[in-house]
């Protein structure tokens, strides 16, 4: 079983997301999203806990053995250990970390690349009607600095 819990910035809401992976009589790999549900409490380990064992007893899985894949956050760790299941570190998470934290990070160059991007999208999400206004001035052949 995967999970992993995310927040909609938007709507400021968290939400946390189950998915089981197994093999089926043909020895192929299946993968089923169990659900998602808003998770409004704090994301301590007793309420990941908790929404991690309902989660298993609402599909009838308390008899199997499930094996968690996770990120490595402190919360869900200490949230398998509570629930006394197997957890393993996912690897594309260790992958990002390894990248972002352990390379991108630490390269001067690559860190002014990554924050001149991230102020050219800034730009772009917070001035987009600013940017239609002067799209449809250029395509009308309107002079921005006299609009008249």
């Given amino acids: 079983m995967t999970t992993d819990m995310w927040t909609d910035n938007y709507r400021r809401r968290s939400?946390?997301?189950?998915?089981?992976?197994?093999?089926?009589?043909e020895l192929e790999l299946k993968s089923v999203m169990?659900?998602?549900?808003?998770f409004a409490g704090?994301?301590?380990?007793?309420?990941?806990k908790q929404e991690m064992m309902k989660t298993a007893a609402e599909f009838a899985l308390e008899s199997k053995q499930i094996v968690y894949v996770t990120d490595t956050g402190s919360n869900i760790v200490k949230a398998c250990k509570l629930a006394e299941?197997?957890?393993?570190?996912?690897?594309?998470?260790?992958?990002?970390?390894?990248?972002?934290?352990?390379?991108?990070?630490?390269?001067?160059?690559?860190?002014?690349?990554?924050?001149?991007?991230?102020?050219?999208?800034?730009?772009f999400v917070y001035k987009t009607s600013m940017l239609e206004e002067e799209g449809r001035r250029m395509v009308q052949g309107v002079n921005p600095s006299n609009p008249e």
């Fill in 42 to 48: 704090r994301h301590t380990a007793e309420n990941i």
């Fill in 85 to 123: 299941v197997e957890r393993i570190g996912c690897v594309a998470h260790g992958v990002h970390n390894l990248i972002t934290v352990d390379g991108i990070l630490k390269t001067e160059k690559l860190t002014k690349i990554v924050s001149d991007v991230k102020a050219i999208v800034h730009t």
């Fill in 15 to 25: 939400y946390a997301t189950f998915t089981l992976h197994f093999c089926n009589a």
């Fill in 34 to 38: 169990l659900k998602t549900v808003l």
